[in-house]
């Protein structure tokens, strides 16, 4: 595990922001800090899923990456061509304005190497039935908070079949479970963010 | 050490709760029916066996579904606010009041610019209820200010971000300027000015909307109390000072953020909070002539934070927020949003006297909750909102049945829905409460 990986994994912000500056300044490509910090990723998600560490971290963490790549980004002369594994479509549903799960199940998906169109919050059935119309996603993720999501939910999800969505649908929320999975029509249900990568991994054979 | 209930308190408050001031009930048999359900939730709380169980669906939004009100009209129109919960107490006679000021006053928010939050026809659908805005409206660079004077920060530093009509009062300056006559006219001189005099005058127009506003809702409750016999569950509110600062000052990033950056800065803000908070729930528990406080609990869920952290940043002021509130005689109940399986052994904290609190639980292990609190605090909860929107009644009926064989046995228990109500089918919330109510007797 170099510096890096462990001063994100350690929590340790700024310690992290500027081992990267550093590794940079030392003529470290761009692609490697990166990976370090997909690494650093890859393991505070195995400990988020085992009860290890907690929404505070993954926030911590995403709030480090974003500082680390400002830095990078500009020094990336091409794309950083990694291949992204599969597309997810997410939002809130109509009437529902919360964000912070649906913001964390894209960050964590992001890092797990999907390329994630977020629609925000309060999204209209037909927004959503465009999107997948032209980002042609695997999965979509639809996002509520409050028990009035769970009409929203099951009619976006028609609405999307109805527009010939062939793709997987996943929901959560606080008060999604399995009996709202099968009333809402959805393929999978997930209680974090790691549940949600850990779907839309499975449905897409990654 | 455990700290004592004070007794002679806590029975002047239970009796003004069961005998309430100045009420006039509809009959005897009203009044009756009234007194046996205060008396069913005074047992559950001393943790003897009631009657029967008590069975107290949080009813948020479901009301004006039920009755076919929107939200928006709830929250503007009182006639149909009233309409629709006297409708709601009358079909499903439910334990407890779905009080009526909890639905809040739109005009009053409308005229302050509220930005907090945004309400049916305000930022949201008129069919969907109200929902916080979160942002940082207290900044990361502002606990000393919080810390140095609470009072005079929310009035120049946090308010004015809260409410577009307040954004001028940063321009008066703390009252605690105000010392002696030679250096008084200065701080007089804010209210000459035009922006201020603004503001005074928009709120005072926000102060008669509100009053309009409670009158309207006090009758109502009283009403329903009067002619129905449902007395209200809570009478007072606060919160735990973690959330206090998650919820609406910080917000939830920003709090989780501090917790890593400034953690001593929340300990100190925290500890600054406690007396205030005290102060509040007592306040307005007092005001309700009601000794139970409600204290909806967010940031300190399974999952929001480590159990290390919820010993150090979450348990230590809102204990000392609930052992305030029973040193005055008070109740505090504790809303468990989300899930406490983590935190079990943390809260039965043997400072907190038995039979002093409620707990209420949304997806909590129920037997868990019953083997860690039973014989110490009254608990309940439970009875998910998936179920009684997407259910059937005979599978609520069994999950009731299951409950109550597994965890009420003892009695100090209530029956309740996991979180608060916004959306369920009728024939399902009827299945929970006569499900409740038949198999609750305790014999």
Known sequence: ?206 | MTTQIPVEKRAARYAEWITPPGMQFASPEVEQAYKARVQMFLDAIDLKKPQRVPVVPFAGFYPFAYAGVTPREAMYDYAKLGYALKKYHTDFLPDALAGSPIYGPGKVFEILDYKLYRWPGHGVPETTPYQALEAEYMKADEYDALINDPSAYFMRGYLPRVFGALSNFPMIGPWTDILELPFTGGSIIPFGLPPVQEALKTLMKAGEAALEWIGAALAIDGEEMATLGIPGLMGGFTKAPFDTLGDTMRGTRAIMLDKFRQPNKILAAMEKIVPLAIDLGTRSATNGKNPVVFIPLHKGADGFMSNDDFKKFYWPTLKAVILGLIENGLVPYLFVEGGYNQRLDIIVDPDIPAGSTIWMFDQTDMKEVKKHLGGWACFGGNVPNSMLKAGKPAQIKDYVKRLIDDVAGDGGYMLATGAVLDDAEPENLHAMIDAGKEFGVYR
Request: proline share 3%.
């Open chain 1, 1 to 206: 595990m170099n510096a890096l990986v462990e001063a994100i994994t350690d929590m340790r912000e700024e310690d992290a922001v500027r081992t990267a500056n550093e590794m940079l300044d030392r003529g470290t490509s761009p692609i490697e800090v990166l990976e370090s910090c997909r690494e650093a990723m890859g393991i505070i998600g195995q400990r988020f899923e085992a009860g290890d560490c907690f929404v505070p971290e993954l926030i911590l963490a995403g709030e480090i990456l974003r500082q680390i790549s400002d830095v990078v980004k500009p020094n990336v002369t091409q794309a950083s061509d990694v291949k992204k594994i599969g597309r997810v479509v997410i939002g809130t549903v109509q009437g529902d304005i919360h964000d912070i799960g649906k913001d964390i199940v894209t960050f964590m998906l992001d890092v797990n190497g999907f390329e994630v169109k977020d629609l925000g919050v309060d999204v209209p059935m037909a927004k959503f039935v465009e999107a997948v119309k032209d980002f042609k996603p695997q999965v979509v993720g639809l996002s509520g908070f409050l028990t009035l999501a769970y009409d929203p939910m099951k009619n976006t999800i028609k609405a999307m079949r109805d527009a010939g969505f062939t793709g997987k649908v996943m929901i959560g929320g606080g008060q999604i479970d399995e009996q709202i999975r099968q009333y809402a029509g959805a393929d999978g249900y997930g209680k974090d963010a790691m549940a949600a990568v850990a779907l839309a991994k499975g449905w897409i054979g990654a």
